[in-house]
């Protein structure tokens, strides 16, 4: 993580101060009519029609028996059809404070398939926020599925290339307006305030939860959210890209407080980001047949390969309860 988006996480950009923290100056507030005073947790979740806390699927195979372990599914991906998974859990504390600040316009950047500018843009076109989105890409692409929902809700799209996007990741571009500028998949402390909420919703104590990780954002919020909880259970991220030492660093710099119970495993990255091989497609195919639960190659598909595969190899001990987490991402399946 970069020193720009430690310590202080919501920053106004304007032209003249690029790539400074300013101090936030409260602008007028457009927030939907109906949301006429400052929002509870459920307020929000009532208006945006989030379902909490979201089902527990058992999954049981031979497997899992010869192991003698459970295995849970927390099913975040069924939390709400776009804002699913860890997006509501991450977009939770941005969104209250950036109601709480009146803050109107937003602008980050991401993939052309990204899941958290897809939800962050169906936020913002529920809250009446105004939204400038930096896209790695070219305008001459096709469109993806989620670039098209994204320009329905009102986002403005800016495409740069690769080098300019690389970047942007330490230094923000030079805005037209003042806007909050928003780091990369929600790498921000803000982020880790939602993931308390899933230790309220379970009903067991689990040894292990398991999450597929890219930023380690969620892997950082379940790990504070488990030590506020006052447990001990352990916090394990399935590395789905090759940057480990970028997201330990990340991890780490996240954490306020020093912690032992969690880890980051690579070796289930198939090849990288948004890189697959036949044993992953086949490992989806058959686990949505055999479970009816739909996976996709990016996050689910690997974080529940891994899950399944270190339970074979004897990972995890006898009677061990494990919690694995689907972290939803399903729109990024569809093709352009
Ligand atoms: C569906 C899905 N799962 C997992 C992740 C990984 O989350 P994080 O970046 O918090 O590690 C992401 C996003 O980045 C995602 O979209």
């Not at 980001?273 to 479970?291: C, H, N, R, T, V």
């Not at 974080?303 to 729109?331: E, V």
Request: proline share 6%.
């Amino acid at each position: 993580m970069t020193d720009l988006h430690k310590n202080n996480p919501l920053r106004i950009h304007t032209a003249d101060t690029v790539g400074e923290p300013l101090v936030w100056k409260p602008s007028q507030s457009k927030i939907a009519s109906h949301l006429d005073s400052k929002p509870t947790s459920r307020t929000l979740t009532e208006t945006l029609n989030i379902r909490l806390p979201s089902p527990i699927q058992t999954i049981r195979n031979s497997i899992i028996q010869k192991a003698g372990v459970t295995l849970d599914i927390k099913r975040d991906d069924l939390i709400h059809p776009i804002i699913s998974g860890n997006k509501w859990r991450k977009l939770q504390g941005l969104v209250s404070q950036i109601i709480n600040q009146n803050t109107i316009k937003i602008a980050t950047m991401g993939g052309r398939y990204s899941n958290y500018l897809h939800a962050l843009a169906y936020a913002s076109h529920q809250f009446n926020w105004q939204c400038d989105f930096y896209v790695r890409g070219y305008p001459q692409q096709v469109l993806t599925p989620t670039l098209k929902d994204i320009t329905q809700w009102g986002c403005q799209i800016h495409f740069v290339d690769r080098q300019t996007f690389k970047a942007m990741r330490h230094k923000p571009p030079r805005l037209d307006e003042p806007a909050l500028w928003l780091p990369e998949g929600g790498l921000n402390p803000i982020s880790l305030q939602g993931f308390a909420q899933i230790f309220n919703e379970l009903e067991t104590v689990y040894d292990t939860i398991i999450i597929a990780s890219a930023t380690g954002t969620s892997v950082a919020g379940l790990v504070k959210g488990c030590n506020d909880a006052g447990l001990k259970t352990k916090i394990i991220g399935i590395s789905v890209l090759n940057n480990h030492s970028e997201q330990l660093q990340n991890i780490t710099d996240l954490l306020s407080n020093p912690s032992p119970n969690w880890k980051l495993l690579a070796g289930y990255e198939f090849g990288g980001f948004a890189k697959s091989k036949p044993e992953l497609s086949q490992f989806i195919e058959q686990f949505e047949q055999e479970f009816g639960l739909p996976l996709e190659s990016l996050y689910s598909g690997k974080s529940f390969y891994a899950t399944l595969d270190l339970i074979s190899k004897g990972y995890f001990p006898t009677q061990s309860r494990i919690l694995l987490i689907h972290c939803g991402g399903l729109q990024g399946k569809r093709k352009p």
